[in-house]
């Protein structure tokens, strides 16, 4: 081969690597199991693990991705930005549409700190109404400064905190030709702020934080109450094929998944109600109640105890009329 063509044949190589290789990591390239599974037509999703926070790179939050006609919408952006380029380069392998927007159920660490890596690549942020309160809070300064910490060098000083392009508060429809979604904003429940994606014609819901899919749930700073009455509404949504919740498995009985968050949150609020109503100390009212129920399941041991101290709180300040 003479050395122009051998010039030109290297050139069409490069090319056609570029063309495969078109994602440019910015950030440390994480290496967890991550794969899209399908759940509908135009629907799939990437499951992260059962583990505390800092597990796994990071990745133990859920995401979907839905693909339109005119471009691709992501529901939640992972743990770190390095997550994030991890599942674009994945996406990446099903379509080579754009990512439009990408939607917040609720702005916790472990669903927000990817967002920066979509957004430099042109998409639009949108989040239910209020998440600027935290964003400005020493609360959020203080995590991204923990998680700079505990996650490094996934989460590290190029980590920064996105606020959205667009908050909602009520209901706001988005039409792709083929997929249409509905936003609900449900106000302050498992966090400050959170909202729901549901998907049509695939009728599947993307429920945030809200319900947890075969573990105990992660309760945190939420209002328990609210939380609740939020899964009696939902239970009553007809027609849903599947459900994707923040954390945990898909679920096909979407009923079920409303269940088992319904019956924990009812279950610390009763068990606890009772021990305030009779001014008993924490510990004693914790090992005086029987967990069994919810022993076996993942997250029990790293969640139980200060998820049942958190809602003991509540009740007190319930109790006293707050
Ligand atoms: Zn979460």
Request: proline share 4%.
């Amino acid at each position: 081969m003479s050395t122009i063509p051998r010039i030109l044949l290297t050139a069409c190589l490069l090319l056609a690597q570029t063309a495969v290789q078109a994602l440019e990591y910015r950030y440390p390239r994480s290496s967890v199991d991550m794969q899209l599974r399908q759940v509908s037509p135009h629907v799939w999703f990437v499951q992260g693990t059962t583990g505390v926070a800092t597990d796994n790179q990071g990745f133990i939050s859920n995401t979907t991705v839905i693909i339109g006609d005119q471009g691709i919408t992501v529901v939640d952006a992972l743990g770190s930005p390095s997550l994030a380029e991890q599942l674009i380069a994945e996406i990446r392998r099903i379509s080579d549409k754009p990512i439009v927007r990408v939607i917040t159920t609720h702005y916790h660490a472990d669903h927000i700190y990817g967002l920066q890596a979509f957004k430099e690549r042109g998409a639009r942020v949108i989040a239910p109404r209020g998440v600027d309160d935290y964003l400005d809070s020493p609360q959020a300064a203080e995590r991204l400064e923990e998680r700079r910490f505990s996650l490094d060098p996934w989460v590290n000083e190029q980590t920064r905190l996105v606020y959205p392009d667009e908050q909602i508060d009520g209901r706001k429809q988005i039409d792709d030709g083929t997929v249409k979604l509905t936003l609900d904003y449900l106000g302050k429940a498992h966090s400050d702020a959170d909202l729901t994606v549901f998907v049509e014609p695939d009728r599947v819901f993307i429920s945030g934080d809200v319900i947890f899919e075969g573990r105990v749930p992660f309760v945190g700073d939420s209002d328990s109450r609210v939380w609740l009455e939020t899964l009696r509404r939902m239970a009553d949504r007809k027609g849903v094929k599947a459900l994707i919740p923040g954390h945990g498995g898909l679920a096909r009985d979407p009923q079920q998944a409303i269940a088992l968050t319904r019956d924990y949150l009812a279950f610390l609020r009763n068990q606890l109600g009772a021990g305030v109503e009779e001014m008993m100390g924490f510990d004693e009212l914790y090992s005086s109640i029987d967990w069994s129920r919810f022993a076996a399941l993942p997250a029990f041991e790293d969640a139980n105890r200060i998820n049942a101290y958190q809602v003991f709180l509540a009740l007190e300040r319930e109790s006293l009329g707050e």
